[in-house]
């Protein structure tokens, strides 16, 4: 157990919808990042909230979006659905960025 | 941006066998990670890595930094099924980069 959890586990959607993604952190971690796994790779970062701001982006265009709460809580959003977007969505948390990640289960989307 | 090779892609090896998985990046190492994932699931924390030469070891995995080599590689001594998943390498670098994986079935 990392400590990490994320929710849904499994989320079915049709193309053009909004989904919303939860990730909730390990006590006391100011630091979340967000990754999308596509099958057969390994996770691409998405970006990273400290501190309630976003502090660094991937290459991911701006209808992927988030939020970080003072609970250590965090959303990733993702408007106008597409079947590219089909993917295991994993959440990451740390303390400051010296330290390491810990991941959640991740959440599994599929785009119909 | 770097990028990281992970060999073998995969690999399938009988119970009790030893094995290795190498990580080669395209720019310079300041520290690796080294993670596994069950198919589907969540990362789990292996080991991080962030001085040349060094050399980490949990239970029967071992894993090694050569920066000069700009690679890194993760040995498992006498293989068990619960070794079977997919091992992640990452660079700690911002934003932090990993390869694609490599599968690892260990038959009993």
């Known amino acids: 157990e990392t400590g990490v959890t994320q929710s849904p586990t499994h989320l079915i959607k049709t193309r053009g919808q909004q989904v919303t993604l939860r990730c909730s952190s390990q006590?006391?971690?100011?630091?979340v990042s967000w990754y999308q796994q596509a099958l057969g790779q390994g996770p691409q970062f998405i970006f990273q909230?400290?501190?309630?701001?976003?502090?660094g982006r991937g290459n991911f265009p701006p209808r992927f979006s988030g939020l970080q709460f003072p609970n250590y809580s965090s959303e990733l959003n993702v408007n106008a659905l597409e079947l590219d977007d089909s993917a295991l969505y994993l959440c990451?948390?740390?303390?400051?960025?010296?330290?390491?990640?810990?991941f959640g289960p991740g959440t599994r989307l599929l785009v119909l | 941006s770097q990028e990281l090779e992970q060999s073998p892609q995969s690999l399938i090896v009988q119970e009790g066998k030893n094995l290795t998985i190498n990580c080669t990046s395209s720019?310079?190492?300041?520290?690796l990670y080294w993670y596994k994932q069950k198919y589907g699931e969540g990362l789990i924390f292996l080991m991080m890595?962030?001085?040349?030469?060094e050399e980490k070891s949990h239970e029967k995995i071992t894993a090694k930094l050569d920066e000069k080599k700009q690679q890194s590689s993760l040995h498992i001594t006498a293989s068990q099924p619960s070794h079977a998943g997919i091992y992640l390498c990452?660079?700690?670098?911002?934003?932090?980069?990993f390869g694609k994986g490599t599968l690892l079935t260990v038959n009993p």
């Open positions: 990451a948390s740390r303390l400051d960025r010296a330290e390491t990640q810990y």
């Open positions: 006590s006391g971690h100011n630091t």
């Open positions: 909230y400290y501190r309630e701001e976003e502090n």
């Open positions: 720019k310079t190492l300041y520290g």
């Open positions: 890595l962030q001085k040349g030469g």
């Open positions: 990452g660079a700690d670098r911002a934003p932090l980069t």
